[in-house]
């Protein structure tokens, strides 16, 4: 492809990713202009459903859900459909009490140790990118932290919270966004997930004869318990 053609093409796409060198610029010209229709189609009817301000919960919201969430509806839809959006309206100025408490400085070490480490390929959170996106992610973790002792900080909280940042551009949604993952959503999920493999197993036992009876995949109770129980979980800082 000619320069000019590739110049069509952003380097950095709308959430701050570089592109890797050996993008293939006609295929995704290709793809996009087919899906453009598609897209624009959707953002249209999102637009229309959002008018009135809040996010209705129906079968067409979770229909369209299912086929995406424009960017630009995205933090919106997130914040009110997952209950972020709730409690930060009933908890005014909590996020950043968080931040004011008392020091934890092996929160804090753990939490810095990972910020370089946070998507290195966007150029937003890199320190030479003004405003630099580590200082927020880290008052997300760190306030997160103080908020739910029980979990702190584990590898891997960092892109969670990273990519939160990125869509809602706002530390406290991300903030409360955090919280209803890791406190309410995953929590209730492996639960349920759980609850599906321990019913096939105990199935399976029944079933089976010798040595095989009984064996298969399980989670302990004692760990999905932990999970479950807020402000209490065995994956500590």
Known sequence: MEPAERSRVPRIDPYGFERPEDFDDAA?????????????????KWSRLLQGGSVPRSRTVKRYVRKGVPLEHRARVWMALSGAQAQMDQNPG???????????PRLEDAIRTDLNRTFPDN???????????????YNVLLAY???????GYCQGMNFIAGYLILITNNEEESFWLLDALVGRILPENIFRT??????????????????????????PVSCVARLCTDGDSPFHS
């Not at 290709?30 to 249209?44: D, E, G, N, Q, W």
């Not at 932290?145 to 979990?151: A, P, S, T, Y």
């Not at 599906?196 to 989670?219: D, K, M, Y």
């Open 123 to 137: 150029v937003k959170f890199r320190k030479t990118t003004e405003p630099c996106l580590q200082k927020t992610l």
């Open 28 to 44: 995704y010209e290709k793809f996009f202009s087919s899906y453009l229709v598609t897209l624009t189609r959707r953002a249209i």
């Open 94 to 104: 909590y996020y950043h009490r968080l931040l004011q408490g008392d020091r934890n």
């Open 145 to 151: 932290g103080h908020h739910n002792q029980g979990v």
């Open 194 to 219: 759980w609850k599906l493999i321990h019913g096939h197993r105990r199935q399976a036992a029944r079933e089976l004869q010798g040595p095989a009876a009984g064996t298969g995949v399980s989670v």
